[in-house]
């Protein structure tokens, strides 16, 4: 099975910063990459798939690039509403769909 | 727009099963599978599998693989997913998710509580 190793698992920052957050396959996984954001009490939410394309609506200030086993998620400059758990979630080895352990990006 | 009803919060001892239904609307039922993922507490995401509800084709991950049952009704627009044998590592917020690439359509989580 695919493993994803995903860090830091915690990050404190402040509103306009620029944060990034890695992924790391156990293989290559060929882009099938996706990122999403969770807040406490909530589903989690999609911000991108195939390592950089934007789901629909999602802020421009969320970038995602990567390839073969290294990926990684930028949020260019932090609004209090991105404060929440980011996951990261293979679906090239399917049908195993990996996610990783988690960030949890808290105010600094 | 698309929306997936999870049916509400259960609590079970060890041992019994419980059952968790998802109701999709907002789109053709039979023309994407449905994921089934589970988060217990304080920790990340788990998936415990899929049903392709055109076929009713299932795959489950291994963890869960014999304690597992996801099943669909295709004239309700609803999916299923059953845990049997219930210990209380499986007490966690289970959620059903609209296949794609990326899971763009998620339930509202079920909270199963798993307790004697």
């Known amino acids: 099975d695919v493993q994803m190793t995903q860090s830091p698992s915690s990050l404190s920052a402040s509103v306009g910063d620029r944060v990034t957050i890695t992924c790391r396959a156990s293989q290559d996984i060929r882009n099938s990459l996706a990122w999403y954001q969770q807040k406490p009490g909530k589903a989690p939410k999609l911000l991108l798939y195939a390592a950089s394309r934007l789901d629909v609506g999602v802020p421009s200030r969320f970038s995602g690039i990567g390839s073969g086993t290294d990926y990684t998620l930028t949020i260019s400059s932090l609004q209090p509403e991105d404060f929440a758990t980011y996951y990261c979630q293979q679906y090239y080895n399917t049908p195993m769909y990996i996610f990783g352990q988690g960030t949890k990006l808290e105010i600094k | 727009q698309v929306q997936l009803v999870q049916s509400g919060a259960e609590v079970k001892k060890p041992g019994a099963s419980v059952k968790i239904s998802c109701k999709a609307s907002?789109?053709?039922?039979?023309?994407?599978?449905i994921h089934w993922v589970r988060q217990a507490p304080g920790q990340t995401l788990e998936w415990l599998g899929k049903?392709?509800?055109?076929?009713?084709?299932?795959d489950y991950s291994q963890k869960v693989q014999g304690r597992v049952t996801i099943t669909s009704d295709t004239s309700a627009s609803t999916a299923y997913m059953e845990l049997s044998s219930l210990r209380s590592e499986d007490t966690a917020v289970y959620y059903c998710a609209r296949d794609d690439s990326g899971w763009s359509f998620w339930g509202q989580g079920t909270l199963v509580t798993v307790s004697s």
């Open positions: 907002g789109y053709t039922f039979s023309s994407y599978a």
């Open positions: 049903i392709t509800v055109g076929n009713g084709y299932t």
